[in-house]
C-alpha cells in the first residue's frame, strides 16, 4: 500500500521545519503546569521533633556512661509503679534516639505519618528495636503528633573481638507509619479571601503568564503577579475551593529557565545550563610547580678528631614554570565550548572551576555563578 502524497508531503514539512529549527539554535518552547512551579501560601509541611526510648536491642544499646538514657529508662518505670534508683540501672538493650517527622498539609487527627529515629548516645545499632511511645512537638511547643513502633534499618553492624562489618548507618531508622497526628493543623481554605500562589524560583515573566493563563481560564481578572515570586487570587467564590484550584494549578505555562553555571570545588563538578553564554574573552592557563624535596645525611668525623657524629639535612628546591597556554572565544561562546577548551590543554577539573571564577569576576560570563 503506497503512502498518500498528502501524508508524505505533511512529513516532509514537518522535518524541514524540525531540521530549520534545530539549525537556527532556537529551543522549543516547554510548558509546564502551575502546580510544579507554584505552591499554595500556608498550605506547607511541618516539621516535628520528640525525645523517645528504642527498646528490645541485642546488646547494641546504650553504655553506662550515656546517663540520661538511664534515667529516662528509670522514669518511664516509674510511671508503671516500678521504683528503681537511677544510677543503679545497667542496660544495654535500650537506646535514647530523637524522633523527627513531618507534618502534612490537611493533617488530622489520626493521620499517620513516617517518623525517623536518631540515635543520640553512644548506640552501635538499633537494629530490632522497638520505639516506645513518644510525643512530637512542633514550633510552638504543642504536641502534635505521637510516634511508636517497631524501627526498620537500611544497614547492620556484626562483629566480635576487634573484627566488625558495617553496611551502611545503623544507628538511624525509620518506623513506617509510626507516628499518629493528634491535632488538627489543616488549612480552612474557606476561610480565606485571597489565595496567594508562591513561585518556587522567582521570576517576574513566570508570574505574569501564571496570572494570565488563570484570567483567561476563569475569564476575569481575578489573579494578579505581585511580584516575581506571589500571585494573588481575590474575588473567588466561596465554595468549590478545592475544585477550583485543581483546575486553576492544572494549566500549563512557559518556562523561562535562568541561566545559571553551578559548581562545586569539593569534588570539582560542574552543571551548566543551556542558554549560558560568554562574552568575548581571552584566558592564560599555567601551571607553577615547586618541588621541595629534603634529603637527611650523616657526617661522621675522622678518628681520633675529637668530633662528634651529627645529622645534616640536604635541603633541594626546584621549580617548574609551564608556558601559558591560552584559550581565546569569540561573542556568544558557550560554557560548553569554553570547557571542551580548557580540557584540550590539559585543565583539570578544578582548574575550570577556578577559571570560572575569574571569568565571572571579570564580566565575562552572563550568567549566575553558583558555588556550593
Known sequence: MKPRPQFVLGFLLLMVAIVSQAAMGQPANHYVQIRDLATIEGVRENPLIGYGMVVGLAG????????FST???????????????????????????????????????????????????????????????????????????EAQGPVTLG????????????????????????????????????????????????????????????N???????ATAVDGRRVELNNLPSAGIPELLARLLGLKVEIHPHAKVVVSERTGTIVMGRDVRLTAVSILHGDLAVDISTEYQVSQP?????????????????????????IELSEGASV???????????????????????IKAAGALQADLEVI
Not at 547494641?60 to 550515656?66: E, K, L, N
Not at 560548553?336 to 575569574?358: F, K, N, P, S
Request: hydrophobic share 40%; aromatic share 4%; proline share 5%.
Open 302 to 326: 675522622a678518628p681520633f678528631s675529637q668530633g662528634q657524629t651529627a645529622v645534616v639535612p640536604q635541603t633541594t628546591v626546584e621549580t617548574k614554570d609551564e608556558k601559558a597556554k591560552r
Open 71 to 145: 534515667q529516662t529508662l528509670g522514669n518511664i518505670l516509674l510511671k508503671m509503679g516500678v521504683t528503681i534508683p537511677a544510677a543503679s540501672v545497667s542496660v544495654k538493650n535500650v537506646a535514647a534516639v530523637f524522633v523527627t517527622a513531618s507534618l502534612p498539609p490537611f493533617s488530622r487527627p489520626g493521620t499517620q505519618i513516617d517518623v525517623t529515629v536518631s540515635s543520640i548516645g553512644d548506640a552501635t545499632s538499633l537494629e530490632g528495636g522497638t520505639l516506645l511511645l513518644a510525643p512530637l512537638y512542633a514550633a510552638d511547643g504543642q504536641v502534635y503528633a
Open 155 to 214: 544497614g547492620y553492624s556484626a562483629g566480635r573481638g576487634g573484627n566488625t562489618k558495617q553496611v551502611n548507618h545503623p544507628t538511624a531508622g525509620r518506623v513506617p507509619n509510626g507516628g499518629l497526628v493528634e491535632r488538627d493543623a489543616s488549612l480552612d481554605l474557606r476561610k480565606l479571601s485571597t489565595i496567594a500562589l508562591l513561585a518556587r524560583e522567582p521570576d517576574f515573566r513566570t508570574t505574569g503568564d501564571m496570572a494570565a493563563a488563570i
Open 336 to 358: 560548553e565550548q569554553l570547557v571542551t577548551g580548557l580540557q584540550a590543554i590539559g585543565a583539570t577539573a578544578r582548574d575550570v572551576v577556578a577559571i570560572l571564577q575569574a
Open 60 to 67: 547494641t544499646g546504650d553504655r553506662r556512661q550515656t546517663m
Open 216 to 222: 483567561r481560564e476563569i475569564g476575569g481578572s481575578v
